[in-house]
């Protein structure tokens, strides 16, 4: 699955599993790649 979203700085583009449960080291991945850490991604939730 791909995501989108236009920012000021550009466009973010995100590529996410289609199958559930996501193993780990592909949420943190994905995780940075959204331009967020870790706790900033908790903090979200």
């Keep these: 699955m791909r995501l989108q979203k236009e920012t000021p700085e550009g466009p973010i583009k995100l590529t996410l599993p289609a199958r ?10 994905v995780i940075r790649d959204a331009g ?3 706790e900033e991604f908790l903090g979200l939730l």
Aim: proline share 8%; aromatic share 0%.
């Design 20 to 29: 559930k449960p996501v193993k780990r080291g592909t949420l943190r991945r």
């Design 36 to 38: 967020l850490t870790v």
